[in-house]
């Protein structure tokens, strides 16, 4: 199982990113997918999540109305549309899923939203 994470950066308050997690190594279109994301000091959060067909959606409160997950299974990619991006949303991203008994993790990218 592999889950790269790219897209990261330095962006200024106001700013939009967009993520995206290329999987392999599973069967991507049957698991929903997850962003994750820890700030320095802070626990992990759950920001967004993505149903296996993509219909079902859930969003973190503190990013609802800025930030859109979306997934494209024929090229077995996850994306985080990240827009209207405040400094608080600085962290390390990590797209994951859950194939029991485990979690799943990608490496991380790095959000920073700095002026």
């Known amino acids: 199982v592999q889950l790269v994470e790219s897209g990261g950066g330095l962006v200024q308050p106001g700013g939009s990113l967009r993520l995206s997690c290329a999987a392999s190594?599973?069967?991507?279109?049957?698991?929903?997918m997850s962003w994750y994301r820890q700030a320095p000091g802070k626990e992990r959060e759950l920001v967004a999540r993505?149903?296996?067909?993509?219909?079902?959606?859930y969003y973190a409160d503190s990013v609802k109305g800025r930030f859109a997950i979306s997934r494209d299974n024929a090229k077995n990619t996850v994306y985080l549309q990240m827009n209207s991006l405040k400094p608080e949303d600085t962290a390390v991203y990590y797209c994951?899923?859950?194939?029991?008994?485990?979690?799943?993790w990608g490496q991380g990218t790095q959000v920073t939203v700095s002026s």
């Open positions: 993505i149903a296996s067909a993509g219909g079902n959606t």
């Open positions: 190594g599973f069967s991507f279109s049957t698991y929903a």
């Open positions: 994951s899923y859950y194939q029991p008994p485990r979690d799943y």
